[in-house]
């Protein structure tokens, strides 16, 4: 066989599987939003009425609403936490080894056990702390609460998300050459110089890569939703992921949460270009 | 650099910050060996008598061993085919990349990556349904190609800093194409083969949504699937419920433990790239 032909007996058979599994369903999934199917029976075209009748959808509105609360949150958190840790993992600190394989604990966790437990620390663990030191606002199950379930579910996402960006930070940490401190610090810069002048400019690449990853998995949010709140009470903790699933699998609405995927995909796609764009005109800056 | 003194503020801060992470650890453990009546009485403590009771009641609830074995399954071939397929599809790209059809491949594999989950979800599981995919093989199938967007950018960025001259003495010689990649390439590769290991094991091993929406029998549930399917049964039996999450998490954890300097490492390269 010529070398030509082998690289593509390579790849030739990849592109059919990954046509037929990951192209075909995104196109059939583009392609039913624009009918009125209900994943059986007869179907017709309606042209864009499920996107017009998905922008009126209160319900879809709210859960855009609280993934994008919970993901901006939940983004800023997860980075100033994880900053904070890989500044610290990386300056000269005693059981550094042990410290940081404690710190990365959580990433090789999956969510979904995680909220469980955490489902339980909320609804027992904190109240009964909450009471003993007679706290009003820890004494009951946040998750309960309209207006504090959210805050349930930015806690377990940042407590399980931090550890990945943290491994990000602190392999763009290691690599800035020690001599720039040591320069800076003849020419008497203290910590904080330090930091904005040196260490942040640096990982700023890897500042872009953390918000945007940190980004873009929070508004998939769903393991932690389905464990902790089901998306209750109510409504109020329904993802954009979590509508689509319910609607699509349990409410006979494929077409319309076909739609509504469509709109979701434009809207990550638009806001990791837009963070990249920003994030990296800032970077130029420096 | 090395005579530098140690930073004990940063120590101390570190210290407390990981107690965020060790508790709820500390309380998973404990209570997965409380009686239902000491868990009532006493949050904090150690168990006074290790039951050992709730594991094999857990064990026994939840059909622990089929699920564990679904999840070994599920993990292990799909980091083995993922390695091979990924590696291969990569090598082949990064050595054409002058071609209009493989930089085409290239930047259409990894697009990939910007594409939710649920927009193709609804008919991925029509069609898996339909082809009789809705099972383990199909989940190993899906992982694979799954894992290609990522992996291609990774691969691709690695194999383009191996110097094309290794290969030509090899090829001069008469080394066929494949040769060269099984032979030269791929050993080359070792830390990149380790890092997609370990990323698509951790993915295999945690993931939930493809399970839960792909499979169609209950007996081929993964661990955190079957977690999820027992948890009407575990209603308000929280020690069973804890035993039966700790037996899910343990054998990675225990896998962390021997490994955690590989894994980390590992993890660290990928993203560098």
């Given amino acids: ?286 | 650099m090395t005579n530098k003194k140690i930073n004990w503020a940063a120590t101390i801060l570190l210290a407390i910050g990981a107690l965020a992470v060790l508790i709820p650890l500390y309380l998973t453990i404990t209570i997965a060996f409380k009686t239902p009546e000491e868990l009532s009485s006493n949050l904090f403590n150690l168990p006074k008598h290790w039951m050992v009771s709730n594991f094999t009641n857990a064990i026994k609830t939840t059909n622990f061993f089929v699920a564990l074995k679904n999840s070994i399954f599920v993990s292990f071939f799909s980091v083995i085919l993922t390695v091979l397929t990924n590696s291969m599809v990569a090598y082949a790209i990064a050595r054409n990349m002058d071609k209009k059809f493989y930089k085409l491949l290239y930047y259409f594999f990894v697009s990939a990556m910007f594409i939710p989950f649920p927009i193709i979800m609804l008919p991925l599981v029509r069609q898996t349904s339909t082809w009789h995919l809705d099972n383990l093989f199909g989940l190993i199938l899906l992982y694979v190609v799954f894992n290609l967007a990522l992996n291609t950018f990774i691969y691709v960025g690695y194999i383009r800093t191996i110097p094309v001259e290794l290969e030509e003495a090899a090829i001069v010689d008469g080394a066929s194409t494949w040769r060269v990649f099984w032979k030269i390439i791929f050993p080359l590769l070792g830390p990149m083969n380790a890092t997609v290991a370990i990323l698509s094991c951790l993915y295999a091993w945690n993931d939930f949504l493809l399970p839960l929406v792909l499979l169609s029998n209950p007996d081929m549930a993964t661990l955190p699937l079957a977690q999820y399917i027992f948890q009407s049964q575990f209603s308000t039996n929280y020690t069973l419920a804890f035993a039966s999450y700790l037996m899910a998490l343990a054998p990675m954890l225990i896998v962390y433990m021997f490994s955690q300097k590989w894994i980390i490492s590992g993890v660290m390269r990928g993203s560098i790239k």
Wanted: glycine share 8%; net charge positive; charged share 10%.
């Fill in chain 1, 1 to 286: 066989m010529s070398r030509k032909n082998v690289f593509l007996v390579m790849t030739i058979p990849a592109l059919l599987i990954f046509l037929v599994f990951h192209t075909f369903p995104a196109i059939q999934g583009i392609f039913y939003s624009f009918t009125n199917w209900h994943g059986y029976g007869d179907w017709q075209f309606v042209g864009f009425k499920n996107f017009i009748n998905v922008f009126k959808d209160q319900q879809v509105l709210d859960s855009y609403l609280f993934t994008f609360k919970f993901a901006i949150v939940a983004t800023i958190l997860t980075n100033v936490l994880s900053l904070l840790i890989a500044l610290g993992l990386n300056a000269k600190v005693k059981f550094q080894k042990t410290l940081r394989a404690l710190y990365f604990i959580p990433y090789i966790l999956g969510m979904l056990i995680i909220s469980f437990i955490f489902s339980f620390i909320f609804s027992k663990v904190l109240p009964d702390i909450g009471q003993t030191l007679h706290i009003q606002w820890l004494s009951s199950n946040i998750l309960g609460k309209t207006s504090t379930a959210w805050l349930g579910i930015v806690i377990v996402s940042v407590w399980q998300s931090t550890a990945f960006n943290t491994i990000l930070y602190l392999s763009g940490l290691v690599t800035i050459p020690g001599e720039l401190y040591e320069a800076a610090g003849l020419d008497g810069a203290n910590s904080w110089t330090k930091f904005w002048r040196i260490t942040f400019p640096m990982i700023m690449p890897f500042f872009t890569i953390n918000m945007v990853l940190a980004m873009r998995t929070f508004l998939m949010a769903f393991d932690q939703i389905v464990a902790l709140t089901g998306g209750g009470p109510g409504r109020a903790t329904e993802s954009i992921s979590y509508v689509i699933y319910k609607g699509g699998f349990e409410g006979g609405q494929f077409a319309y949460q076909s739609a509504n995927a469509v709109i979701y995909f434009i809207v990550i796609a638009a806001i990791s270009i837009f963070q990249i764009k920003v994030l990296q005109k800032r970077g130029e800056q420096y």
